[in-house]
């Protein structure tokens, strides 16, 4: 018998409060309420057959309003009842709740979720509805920079071509030629007067709690990006390589992927939500975090290999797509990962917490934090501080700095040569350790 899953829930017993599974099942992808099976998968098989096979369907038709199909069979000699549920178009309540499948579990949906769920199943999405455009003043410059970005990918663009007859072409208008919430976010004045979350704070953080210097960037998307990068490039360190006579400047973290990173909470940032996009620099990390989850279909995993794309704002993402500031949808979080490796730091981290979607830039291999999940112990990460800051170690100083004995200081610094953080010169008691990443640059 099959694991429980999104699609498959097991029951002993028929229980009324199963009716917010089958909702769950319906409003997501459909699948199988099982009766008469434990939650470890044991077959125990159900009584009554009867009575259930001819109460169920009406309880739950009147109840969801949805018309499962309801069966038996046996398993193993005993009686189990299947009920199908199948996805539902629309959404479905229980006694005025909404319920959707997450996992093996049945999750309300409430608040933000909510609103959002109700939309998808509309076929609409909140930077397609419509906003009032007489409160609203539309930034003819802004729209001549994106004509002119355009041309790349739509070759019919024209100089003379009027906004509306550009906002048309992009779903900017609603049915009736009113301003939507993208075209606000997109190419309005002042966006931040009827989207009022629709701020980015960036913050330079030498602790959690001691803030050196705080930013707020207003303005349309489109220069939200430039300020918001500005404003993080503001607290970076850069240096400079000469190659083939071409300089190249080399900041703590490739700017493309802090671009990247950037343009994601923009085009995916959960627009009902009152919270502002967050950034904190600290001296050894950058941490971007948007309101909004990722969508069902994705997982964390999925975001350093190719995936699908489902932008939360595809009308948005469509126009940063033409304007060139994505290149491939579904590509941008891979990309990240490739940048990184490239540039010899740490992969990017992808976290779900908080309601929102949280990117972490490290610095350095070599931060505390970064070693302990490379399951490094206590003396071992003391002793890359050490060679970080002196540059080099040796077997009778990691003895000192850590109170060990030989054999336990030559056993630790053979494993973080293993790990391919140290390396070893020279041999008997003039060997000594440095990093690796420094040996290899």
Request: neutral net charge; charged residues 30%.
């Amino acid at each position: 018998m099959n694991q429980e899953n999104e699609n498959i829930e097991f029951k002993l017993k028929w229980n009324d409060e199963h009716l917010k599974t089958i909702c769950a099942l319906a409003n997501s992808n459909g699948g199988e309420l099982i009766l008469g099976i434990d939650d470890k998968g044991i077959i125990e098989g159900v009584d009554n057959i009867e009575n259930l096979l001819r109460d169920l369907p009406n309880k739950i038709r009147n109840k969801l309003n949805i018309t499962p199909s309801v069966s038996t069979e046996k398993m193993k000699g005993k009686d189990i009842i299947k009920i199908k549920v199948y996805p539902s178009s629309i959404p479905i309540s229980y006694e005025g709740r909404y319920f959707i499948r997450s996992g093996s579990t049945t999750q309300e949906l409430k608040d933000n979720e909510l609103a959002n769920f109700l939309l998808e199943k509309m076929g609409k999405t909140w930077d397609s509805l419509s906003i009032d455009k007489n409160y609203v003043e539309i930034d003819s410059a802004v729209i001549d920079k994106f004509k002119s970005l355009a041309r790349n990918r739509i070759s019919t663009i024209a100089d003379e071509d009027s906004f509306e007859k550009i906002f048309l072409n992009l779903k900017l208008f609603d049915e009736n030629k009113n301003l939507t919430n993208a075209s606000i976010l997109l190419f309005g004045k002042d966006p931040q007067m009827i989207i009022t979350a629709s701020s980015v704070r960036v913050g330079r953080f030498k602790s959690p709690t001691e803030i050196i210097d705080t930013m707020i960037i207003n303005g349309n998307l489109f220069e939200q990006v430039e300020k918001t990068i500005d404003a993080i490039k503001k607290h970076l360190n850069v240096k400079y390589e000469i190659k083939d006579i071409v300089r190249k400047d080399i900041w703590d973290y490739p700017l493309e992927a802090i671009r990247e990173a950037v343009i994601n909470a923009l085009v995916h940032r959960d627009n009902l939500s009152t919270a502002e996009i967050q950034i904190k620099i600290y001296d050894d990390k950058i941490w971007i975090w948007n309101p909004g989850k990722l969508p069902q279909q994705l997982k964390v995993e999925d975001l350093k290999k190719e995936h699908s794309s489902f932008p939360r704002n595809p009308i948005i993402a469509n126009v940063f797509y033409l304007a060139g500031f994505i290149e491939r949808w579904g590509y941008g979080t891979k990309r990240m990962v490739e940048l990184c490796k490239e540039q010899g730091i740490p992969e990017p981290e992808y976290i779900e917490e908080m309601g929102g979607f949280s990117v972490y830039f490290f610095k350095d291999f070599y931060t505390e934090e970064n070693l302990r999940k490379m399951g490094l112990n206590e003396r071992q990460i003391k002793a890359v501080m050490f060679v970080k800051e002196k540059g080099k170690i040796t077997n009778k100083i990691y003895q000192e700095i850590n109170g060990v004995s030989n054999k336990t200081a030559y056993l630790d610094l053979s494993e973080l040569i293993e790990k391919g953080i140290l390396i070893s010169k020279g041999s008997g008691k003039m060997t000594t350790y440095i990093l690796k990443k420094v040996m290899e640059k």
